[in-house]
């Protein structure tokens, strides 16, 4: 059973910078993403990165902002976030997904397999 650990969160000003990890315990997956999920509020799509190809899509809301790229030794995946924003707070899941699909389609839940435990991202004064 591949596990995903998360890493990384904290709380941080209104512009600053957190960067996120989520290293795979084994490196069999094709597609790696991040979601987030506010108090209240379902689970959103992020950004996912193809393991294969390296091809990557984000969120609307995050595009400019937001980097995710991939660590082939170690099986990690990372989320830089700049320029973050009081609206950025949630805790954040990393995924993952065994199936090769065309990255844009892979924004919903219910198409990655695995979950990491999540961490807190809180952009505050």
């Known amino acids: 059973q591949v596990q995903l650990v998360e890493s990384g969160g904290g709380l941080v000003q209104p512009g600053g910078s957190l960067t996120l990890s989520c290293a795979a315990s084994?490196?069999?997956?094709?597609?790696m993403g991040w979601f987030r999920q506010a108090p209240g509020k379902e689970r959103e799509f992020v950004t996912v990165?193809?393991?294969?190809?390296?091809?990557?899509y984000y969120a609307d809301a995050v595009k400019g902002r937001f980097t995710i790229s991939r660590d082939k030794a170690k099986n990690t995946v990372y989320l830089q976030m700049n320029r973050l924003k009081p609206d950025d707070t949630a805790v954040y899941y990393c995924?993952?997904?065994?199936?090769?699909?065309?990255?844009?389609?892979?924004?919903?839940?219910?198409?990655?397999?695995?979950w990491g435990q999540g961490t807190q991202v809180s952009v505050s004064t």
């Open positions: 084994e490196g069999t997956l094709n597609h």
């Open positions: 995924a993952a997904r065994r199936n090769r699909l065309v990255v844009s389609a892979l924004r919903t839940p219910s198409q990655y397999e695995i």
């Open positions: 990165l193809s393991w294969y190809n390296g091809a990557t």
